[in-house]
């Protein structure tokens, strides 16, 4: 069993930053591919970034450059650090866990991110 929980959503400025965490609980998080996905008010879920067990990284062109993702496999985490943060980026932000052999995705419950003056 795979628990996830984000942490460090807030309000900030624009062009202000923050930066996400995501605790894994559970077995082999080493091997999974992670990610983060955010949804707005009346928007899809949209994939923000992923990062392989080999530590590739792949970033939505709306974030390229302003975020970045990286994991610590010593302690269980990954990270979202963004910056330069716009009003459209605010949403709901979701940590996401892919089982590497059954391909079952597992979700954190979320954290709330608002860029507003």
């Known amino acids: 069993q795979v628990q996830l929980v984000e942490s460090g959503g807030g309000l900030v400025q624009p062009g202000g930053s923050l930066r996400l965490s995501c605790a894994f609980s559970?077995?082999?998080?080493?091997?999974?591919?992670m990610g983060w996905y955010r949804q707005a008010p009346g928007k899809q879920r949209e994939l923000v970034a992923t990062?392989?067990?080999?530590?590739?990284?792949n970033y939505a062109d709306s974030v390229k450059g302003r975020f970045t993702i990286a994991r610590d496999n010593a302690e269980n985490t990954v990270y979202l650090q963004m910056n330069s943060l716009k009003p459209e980026d605010t949403a709901v932000y979701y940590c996401?866990?892919?089982?590497?052999?059954?391909?079952?995705?597992?979700w954190g419950p979320g954290t709330q991110v608002t860029v507003s003056s």
């Open positions: 559970g077995s082999m998080f080493s091997i999974y591919p």
């Open positions: 990062i392989t067990r080999t530590f590739i990284t």
């Open positions: 996401n866990a892919q089982h590497p052999i059954a391909r079952h995705d597992y």
